[in-house]
């Protein structure tokens, strides 16, 4: 059973096994194992959803079924629309021989990564050690994209985003809404589109008398009290992780997932995925249909009216197995930040939909991601059971441009660090291009770009580390490094809202397609961005549906 094996056959086995003796962590416990990876299982449960054949016309086509595509799918569901979602992740609804669908975060395998022989883990290494691992090359969950100078973390499969994060929920301030989504009407989102949201997400908060009585939240509240003593506002951030069923993990009564450190690679109990809420719904209406392991490559205007779009099948190896060709009447784009801008800079490039206005491609930005880790005293032990859903913040936004959610680092042993993830107002924005002769879409982003993140999560640590005499992780990005400047979770824009589009999502140009996620958002929500995707995905799908159908 995955999780159980140390067969350790990477080029480091014999530090690796050093280490895992030495430290005793689970981190390194690796199985390189295919068996766990249910390829045939998987091929029959797409059968069964009822592939695209080609030459099939549909009235409305979603590329990719994250928020923004399942929120799309539901409501246009609701309004008698027949719906068919194309995905080019996985279905994520059969267990591997392992009993179990998502691969353990201290052990992956195939399962965790999207076509990678490799790990590509966010923290690379551990008291200095390296902690990637060989992978056997699968359709895997998550897909650690390498563009320039930034590693973006996605989710693939149905469920996009929802299948690997930390299920944090949040809604932004009030008084910074006007800086995230400038041209949209502040009072609808508040008081009707966020709340929309929240309720289709399953957004709740965690009890804050459990909170302060469980060990597997140590770790939080020593960063809370950290926060506090320096001056600085801890805020409890809400999910959508059934907080019901996280108390009967630690009382140990059901099978664990957060409480046993699942994150990344999918939760195999308790978080509330799309697939569990808005996919669901959609589903039981009857009239969505999703194509998992699909990847649409080209959209073009068909001749007798609607759109041409051509769909690669994918096999569990990545390896294309068949070309189908459909017409669609209505096609939302809602591959994610990366996903839809790399598809519509392509698209515009190619002459494939020439229309397409000058801001395809633009204002793409990280959400000023940044993490580091802190080196508390022995007197401040963190705990060797975390929860590996973040429940807790520091809010130094106004001040320092900085909001700084308390991550777990769920090894297994006690580590004495805490751990952040710092989302953070970096100014910087990126573009992508189409580079004819590789035949790709490219991001102009460059490392250095971070340094504002820095700087601005600095504003926190700093005076934390000075408050409580203690300093930086150097160990946990590299060797001698403090900041994991490399990567981000939260990729936003590419095609901004009332810019690539008009101010509900409409591509200019082109009369029904729209953009429907991540992508038009211009850069930066302040907090971490599902529910804001998701709010505005409700408000452009309402008027969409009054309006154009
Ligand atoms: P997304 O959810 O990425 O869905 C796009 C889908 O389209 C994916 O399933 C793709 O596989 C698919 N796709 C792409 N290209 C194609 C194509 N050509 N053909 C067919 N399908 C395609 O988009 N956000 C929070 O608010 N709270 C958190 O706690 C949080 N934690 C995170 C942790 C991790 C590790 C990661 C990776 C992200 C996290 N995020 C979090 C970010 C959040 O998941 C992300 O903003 C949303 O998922 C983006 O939603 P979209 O609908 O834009």
Redesign the pocket.
Known sequence: MSGTTTRITDPEGVTRRRFLAGTGSILGAVTLSAQAIPAAAQADSQAAAGPIGDGARVPVLV????????VAALRLAQAGVDVHM????MAWDTPGSDGKIFAHTTSPDGRSYWLRTRTKQ?LSNFLGFPIDKDIPRYTGI??AEEMGGIIV??????????????????TPKRENFGAILPSVNADEMYSTYYPRANAGLGVSTIDPAWFDSVDCYQYSRVGRKHAQRSGFPFVFVP?VYDWDYMKQEAAGTVPKSAVAGE??YGNNYGKKS?QKTYIAKAKATGKVTISPL????TVSPASGGGYTVV?EQLNTSGTTTATKSVTADRVFF???????S??LVKLKATGALPQLNGEIGKGWGDNGNVMCGRANHMWDATGKVQSAI?TGGIDNWAAGGAFAEVAPLPTGIETYASFYLSITKNPNRASFSWNAAAGKAELNWQTAWKQPSIDAAKTIFDKINSKEGTIYRTDLFGTYKIWGDHLT????GGAVLNKATDNYGRLHGHPGLYV????LIPGNTS????????AL?ERNIEKIIATDL
């Open positions: 590329i990719g079924t994250g928020y923004g595509g399942s194309i995905e080019m992740g966010p998550l897909d973390y996605q989710g693939r499969g149905v469920g996009g985003g929802s299948l690997v994060n930390g299920g944090m929920a949040v999910g994150i990344l799309l699909h990847k649409v490559t769909i809602a591959a994610g930040s990366v996903g839809t790399k598809l973040p979770y939260h990729p936003l429907i996620d991540g992508s907090v971490n961005p599902f529910v804001t995707i998701t995905a």
